[in-house]
C-alpha cells in the first residue's frame, strides 16, 4: 500500500502564498499520476490539480488557474503545489492523491491532509 504524507499548510492571509508538498512512500511506483484535492467545511473533496507520471500533463480546476503550480520531483517521489495569491475560499484540507491527474478521475489513495486557512 503506498503512503502519502502532506506538508507545507497553515494560516495565511489573502494574497500571500504556500507552498504544499506530498511524499510517497518508498515502496511507491513513480509511474503513478499524482494531484490534489481540497475538502472546504461542509463540501465534497474536490479536484485541484494533477499531474501525470512524466510532468508531460497538467491539469488544474479552473477555481485555481493561473495562481496555483503543480510540480513533481520524481527521484524524490515528491508532489508540489505552489498556491500564489491566495483567496479565503482556499480554505479548506488538502489531500494529495493517486493516480489522478485530471478531474472526473476518483483517486485510490490519500494522504491524511493538511489544513491552509486563508483570512481576509
Known amino acids: 500500500q503506498v503512503q502519502l504524507l502532506e506538508s507545507g499548510g497553515g494560516s495565511v492571509k489573502a494574497g500571500d502564498s504556500l507552498r504544499l508538498s506530498c511524499t510517497a512512500s518508498?515502496?511507491?511506483?513513480?509511474?503513478?499520476?499524482m494531484g490534489w484535492f481540497r475538502q472546504a467545511p461542509g463540501n465534497q473533496r474536490v479536484f485541484v490539480a494533477g499531474?501525470?507520471?512524466?510532468?508531460?500533463?497538467?491539469e488544474y480546476a479552473d477555481s485555481v488557474k493561473g495562481r496555483f503550480i503543480i510540480s513533481r520531483d520524481k527521484d524524490k517521489n515528491t508532489v508540489y503545489m505552489q498556491m500564489n495569491s491566495l483567496k479565503p475560499e482556499d480554505t479548506a484540507v488538502y489531500y494529495c492523491?493517486?493516480?489522478?491527474?485530471?478531474?472526473?478521475?476518483?483517486?485510490?489513495?490519500y494522504g491524511p491532509g493538511t489544513q491552509v486557512f486563508v483570512s481576509s
Open positions: 492523491e493517486i493516480p489522478c491527474a485530471k478531474s472526473g478521475c476518483l483517486p485510490t489513495y
Open positions: 499531474i501525470t507520471s512524466n510532468g508531460a500533463n497538467i
Open positions: 518508498s515502496r511507491f511506483n513513480s509511474r503513478y499520476n
